[in-house]
């Protein structure tokens, strides 16, 4: 090879192309849906097996997003009296419950001053579309507090773009404080039973001593309470990762 | 501004507790007139009040009607929301709102700013409340 100068130069070879094997990583990072793993129970194992079927079915034609409690979700369902025969509800996601077919998640938002919550259930034919406009896990799996947070922290705009997603990596967890409304609450949240980290306790420290009288520190030792889910997710994460395939 | 709980708001102060068992609507509880009429938004030192639900139970849901005690008068209105959770799909507010009405159905406001739920569609008699409201969930 003849270079610029007319000097002959020793072949370089090209630098050798990193592969990226997308798909290698997005197996790395497996998530299955909480509703999969059957409750704690006497109830036989088939009828968990003929409900997983249905719910890969019907994961099959629709897709359910990943996401978890604190995520900003937008869902379009189908409804008979709507105008355009179609209602979207944006909304935040404050919980998610319920096994199997009928598991439910619920959205809150504030419109016009008003709250609003809606319960979905997940693997109900009406809804057309679930989609993720905000991605970030919040320091609780129950955000049931921010009924009596002050309501700017329920408020997303319905007409949101859906931010874009990072990487197929990590979820980012957002650590607000959220600052609530005066007493009295819905709840105690203060107290050691409903184990919130994301409230910003204004109280003064003789009623944060108080709501430790309710703590229950015998709890976690329990070993009648223990349900070691690891080995039923594994099996149920192949059998699902085979059906969706 | 919406009824925040335990602020005061329209000059009535209540140092009673508020129960929080049955939260859909029945007699004597307090409602929140979410149209634009007078009569709902004019400041009174008495929250306006359910004295009679139109229903065989005495509970009313989202499109029953009820008689409200507001400013010492009786008057029909319609319920658009509770706090109560309902069926799956259907949206649960913050708070019991309430529409005036006349007894014919005529709507006594002009304007409901607030998100009204898309089931009252389904008995053919609000229509014209519907037509007033901009929001819908």
């Not at chain 1, 509800?89 to 009928?102: A, E, N, P, S, Y």
């Not at chain 2, 008495?46 to 005495?58: E, L, M, Q, S, W």
């Amino acid at each position: 090879r003849v270079s610029s100068d007319g000097k002959l130069e020793k072949f370089q070879p090209p630098p050798k192309p990193v592969i990226i094997d997308k798909q290698k990583q997005r197996e790395e990072r497996r998530f299955l849906s909480p509703e999969f793993i059957p409750p704690r129970g006497r109830t036989d194992p088939l009828k968990f097996y003929i409900e997983r079927k249905d719910m890969i079915q019907r994961r099959k034609v629709f897709n359910i997003p990943e996401f978890y409690v604190g995520h900003v979700l937008a869902v379009t369902t189908a409804d008979p009296y709507a105008n355009e025969k179609a209602s979207r509800f944006v909304g935040i996601c404050i919980q998610r419950g319920g096994k199997g077919l009928g598991a439910t998640f619920v959205l809150r938002n504030v419109i016009e001053d008003q709250g609003v919550e809606m319960c979905y259930e997940l693997y109900n034919p009406r809804i057309q579309a679930i989609e993720v406009l905000k991605l970030e896990k919040r320091l609780d799996d129950n955000l049931m507090y921010l009924r009596d947070a002050l309501p700017e922290y329920s408020t997303f705009d319905v007409n949101m773009k859906p931010v874009s997603r990072l990487d197929h990596e990590e979820v980012p967890v957002n650590k607000l404080q959220v600052r609530m409304k005066p007493k009295p609450w819905s709840k105690r949240w203060e107290r050691p039973k409903y184990n919130i980290k994301g409230i910003k306790f204004d109280l003064p420290e003789k009623k944060m001593k108080e709501a430790q009288k309710w703590s229950q520190p015998w709890l976690e030792f329990d070993m009648l309470r223990e349900y070691d889910t690891s080995k039923i997710e594994d099996k149920i994460w192949k059998e699902v990762s085979e059906g969706l395939k | 501004q919406g009824l925040l709980r335990r602020s005061v708001s329209h000059s009535f102060l209540s140092f009673a507790s508020i129960t929080g068992a049955c939260r859909a609507i029945q007699k004597l509880t307090r409602v929140r007139v979410v149209d634009n009429s007078t009569l709902g938004n004019t400041p009174y030192h008495r929250p306006p009040k359910c004295i009679h639900v139109y229903n065989k139970t005495g509970v009313g849901k989202v499109g029953d009607t009820i008689l409200l005690a507001i400013k010492g008068e009786k008057k029909k209105a319609l319920i658009v929301g509770h706090k109560m959770p309902g069926p799956t799909m259907t949206a649960r507010f913050d708070s019991n709102n309430v529409v005036l009405i006349e007894d014919n159905g005529n709507p006594v406001g002009t304007r409901i700013k607030t998100p009204i739920p898309y089931i009252l569609r389904q008995k053919g008699e609000f229509s014209k409340v519907l037509a007033i409201a901009r929001n819908f969930v």
